[in-house]
């Protein structure tokens, strides 16, 4: 079974290691010791605090979608050459890129530092995982 160090645990839910500690305390997590003696949370716990997380989340627009993979972030970078925009937002540890029409990112006045939404729908979506350094 996966298992997390505490700063692991805090990075892939993007909360500092404080928080981690302290749902650890409030009883929300659980800890055990590793082979080193390190703290770590089991990863079946971890995956259902981020749902947890998620489900607190409210969307707010009473908008219907097909599209599950919902991304909040900060604009950082928007570049508008002829008919065509490049839109970067910062998603917690996440860089999302969308190519869309300069008429749209002109519409939607978007700037560095507004708040924006990526919606992803794909037919495809590729899953990567380590390899576990000890086997």
């Not at 972030?73 to 008919?83: N, P, R, S």
């Amino acid at each position: 079974m996966a298992q997390y160090r505490i700063s692991e645990a805090a990075d892939l839910l993007g909360v500092s290691d404080d928080t981690v500690r302290r749902w650890v305390q409030d009883g929300l997590l659980s800890v055990s010791k590793d082979d080193a003696g390190r703290q770590v949370v089991p990863g079946r716990e971890l995956a259902a605090r981020a749902q947890a997380i998620a489900a607190t989340i409210t969307d707010r627009s009473h908008v219907r979608r097909s599209a599950r993979n919902r991304f909040v972030g900060l604009v950082t970078k928007v570049e508008i050459a002829g008919l065509m925009a490049q839109v970067e937002l910062q998603c917690g540890p996440n860089r999302v890129v969308s190519l869309m029409s300069a008429e749209a990112a002109r519409e939607m006045e978007l700037e560095i530092g507004s708040r924006g939404v990526a919606v992803v729908k794909a037919t495809t979506v590729i899953i990567e995982t380590e390899e576990d350094p000890s086997s």
